[in-house]
């Protein structure tokens, strides 16, 4: 066994630990549960290739969300992705009003959609989310009162529609 990859029991951890979290991320850029969990297979393979060092379990985290946003933002790049059409997924196990909420949450645009989940789910500050995701902490604000300010107008709209 080759010295330069991890060793079994840190990366099973790190599956073990990560993956859910990594799939809901995922999912919420490519609103495709197979997309995600490909893209979540091929974050684990990276993780093998580069054999990065952490200083902590927060460093393996915030690797490893940055390695999946950027996987899911070539996924839109290619021209496969761009001549499919995507098929309406519904999360039939949650109770209606959840599934109504992670509905108007799936309908932001993808940059406000991991703010929200980032945030609220995973409980990072603004400050973490703009570290995490390379962009500054006021573009971070704005994204998640801009998210908020468009959940609160669709929640509005289905809830007055009933």
């Not at 993956?19 to 995922?26: D, E, G, S």
């Not at 197979?34 to 393996?60: G, R, T, W």
């Not at 499919?84 to 009003?97: F, N, W, Y």
């Not at 109504?100 to 995973?122: C, G, H, T």
Request: glycine share 0%; aromatic share 10%; with cysteine.
């Amino acid at each position: 066994m080759e010295e330069s990859l991890r060793t079994d029991s840190s990366f099973s951890d790190a599956v073990n630990k990560h993956t859910n979290m990594l799939i809901r991320v995922a999912f919420s850029y490519t609103k495709n549960i197979i997309d995600a969990q490909d893209i979540v297979q091929e974050v684990f393979l990276k993780l093998l290739e580069n054999n990065p060092v952490f200083v902590s379990d927060e460093h393996e985290k915030a690797w490893l969300i940055r390695v999946t946003v950027n996987l899911c933002r070539n996924l839109f790049k290619t021209v496969w992705s761009k001549r499919i059409v995507q098929l309406d997924e519904k999360m039939s196990s949650l109770p209606p009003q959840e599934n109504e909420v992670l509905s108007a949450v799936l309908e932001l645009p993808s940059d406000y959609r991991i703010v929200v989940y980032l945030f609220y789910f995973e409980q990072y500050s603004i400050k973490e989310i703009a570290s995490i995701l390379k962009r500054r902490d006021n573009t971070v604000g704005s994204q998640l009162y801009r998210a908020r300010k468009l959940l609160k107008t669709k929640l509005k709209e289905d809830f007055d529609d009933e």
